[in-house]
């Protein structure tokens, strides 16, 4: 494994991450693997060199995380993984229970280190923009969780290029440390972050992670490839909204037909094509892979073998038509603050 620094941090990271929404409980979402299921998966990626896993209180409720706790402990030290977590989409009906309040940021911390076992967090995230709350105090209670060692470092997701910009401003102020990583979403079919995101972070030192690499499997689970999914995969393309929100215009029909126009001559899987792409992105500094299947795993690892050509890679480039910004955050908690 060739592992990347994290944007201009110290932090080593693989280049993939395994995605640990795939486990908590059933209840939040029917395609999710109870958290049981989740151990098989952190060894089968802690085997093939991944040190990376991120995870979210908000996924099933905060089982996510209690699952990723109970799969690392006794399979691995805690020094050799690197752990990022999220807080800001709500947790609850109470009104402080979500945002980036610093009596949320302190609460949450303590919570996710409570589920998780683990006595910090290498990476944490504001999952989402919390334009009611003043950013000067969520980087404010960032800074607080880096002093206290809760946290080595801090970054965000689902933020618009100004989003980030304000933060790091407000961030940097007065000497202090600014956003680490930023968590985006990125893919043959999704490519807007180019614009703006990508040339500010790199400008930045900012460390990229990827999710959605295969725009939530839509790039790879067409109507030709229904009757080959297993019964896992047919529940999370039948029940994921998102996904046919996110995708299936005819722009991005055009993609996956090119997509699989260069995996065919190439002798390829698609999806390890596409996931090759986004890797080959030089402001990228590790990907997402959520794995319902050993085998999703095993794709993700051979994509890191695949040596896309100039050609190749600007031919699977060229199908794609910009498009609007494709949120996969919360429209709630993403509406402008009231002033």
């Not at 409980?25 to 990376?52: H, T």
């Not at 206290?148 to 970054?155: D, E, Q, R, T, W």
């Not at 940097?172 to 680490?180: D, E, I, M, V």
Request: net charge neutral; charged share 25%.
């Amino acid at each position: 494994m060739n592992y990347r620094k994290l944007g201009r941090s110290g932090l080593a990271v693989s280049p993939l991450c395994l995605g640990m929404m795939s486990y908590g409980s059933r209840q939040w979402q029917p395609w999710v693997l109870d958290k049981s299921e989740a151990r098989a998966f952190v060894r089968q990626a802690l085997d093939a060199g991944i040190n990376f896993f991120d995870t979210a209180d908000f996924y099933s409720a905060g089982q996510s995380e209690v699952a990723l706790g109970d799969a690392i402990r006794g399979l691995v030290a805690r020094d050799e993984l690197v752990i990022s977590s999220k807080c800001g989409l709500p947790m609850g009906a109470d009104a402080n229970a979500r945002g980036g309040s610093r009596k949320h940021v302190h609460a949450s911390i303590d919570a996710s280190l409570k589920r998780l076992g683990v006595d910090h967090l290498d990476l944490y995230l504001m999952h989402v923009w919390d334009g009611a709350t003043p950013v000067e105090e969520t980087v404010e209670a960032l800074h607080d969780l880096v002093r206290a060692g809760k946290i080595l470092h801090f970054g965000a997701s689902n933020y618009m290029t100004w989003q980030l910009a304000v933060a790091q401003r407000a961030a940097l102020s007065q000497g202090r440390r600014g956003f680490t990583t930023m968590q985006l979403q990125i893919n043959l079919a999704y490519r807007e972050e180019e614009r703006d995101m990508l040339p500010f972070c790199e400008h930045e030192g900012i460390g990229v992670m990827v999710f959605s690499p295969l725009a939530r499997g839509w790039l790879v689970n067409g109507d030709g490839e229904a009757a080959t999914l297993t019964e896992r995969e047919r529940i999370r393309v039948e029940r994921d909204a998102k996904a046919r929100f996110l995708y299936g215009s005819s722009a991005d029909h055009a993609v996956r037909a090119r997509l699989l126009e260069v995996a065919g001559r190439l002798g390829l899987p698609p999806g390890r094509v596409a996931l090759a792409w986004v890797l080959s992105r030089p402001q990228v500094s590790s990907v997402l892979v959520g794995a319902l299947e050993p085998r999703h795993l095993e794709e993700a690892l051979a994509a890191l073998e695949v040596q896309l050509s100039p050609e190749d890679s600007a031919l699977l480039a060229s199908a794609y038509q910009p498009g609007p910004i494709k949120s996969d955050a919360l429209d709630t908690v993403l509406k402008p603050a009231a002033r």
